[in-house]
């Protein structure tokens, strides 16, 4: 099991920067890849970024240039810049996490809001 705690959300003007954290703890060894999604209210799930245990990083098209995912294995936890950002990036932001065993965890997500 992977536990997963999500922080850093908030509200913030358009063109401002935020940072996601995702600290995670249990069966962290067997992580294969993390990442975070979004979802706006009436809109499906959707991938923002994604990093695998072997530090490759996929982008969706509307965070590329502006959203950069890394993470701290000292740590144990995963991150999110945004900055330039919009308000339709306005959304729920949920760490996720992927085991080699295909398991997978969800955050429980953390409201970002940007206003115009």
């Known amino acids: 099991q992977v536990q997963l705690v999500e922080s850093g959300g908030g509200l913030v003007q358009a063109g401002g920067s935020l940072r996601l954290s995702c600290a995670a703890s249990?069966?962290?060894?067997?992580?294969?890849?993390m990442g975070w999604y979004r979802q706006a209210p009436g809109k499906e799930r959707e991938l923002v970024a994604r990093?695998?245990?072997?530090?490759?990083?996929n982008y969706a098209d509307s965070a590329k240039g502006r959203f950069t995912i890394s993470r701290d294995n000292a740590k144990n936890t995963l991150y999110l810049q945004m900055n330039s950002l919009k308000p339709e990036d306005t959304a729920v932001y949920y760490c996720?996490?992927?085991?080699?065993?295909?398991?997978?965890?969800w955050g429980q997500g953390t409201q970002v809001t940007v206003s115009s």
């Open positions: 990093i695998t245990s072997g530090d490759n990083t």
């Open positions: 249990g069966s962290i060894f067997s992580i294969r890849a």
């Open positions: 996720w996490v992927a085991l080699w065993s295909q398991l997978i965890y």
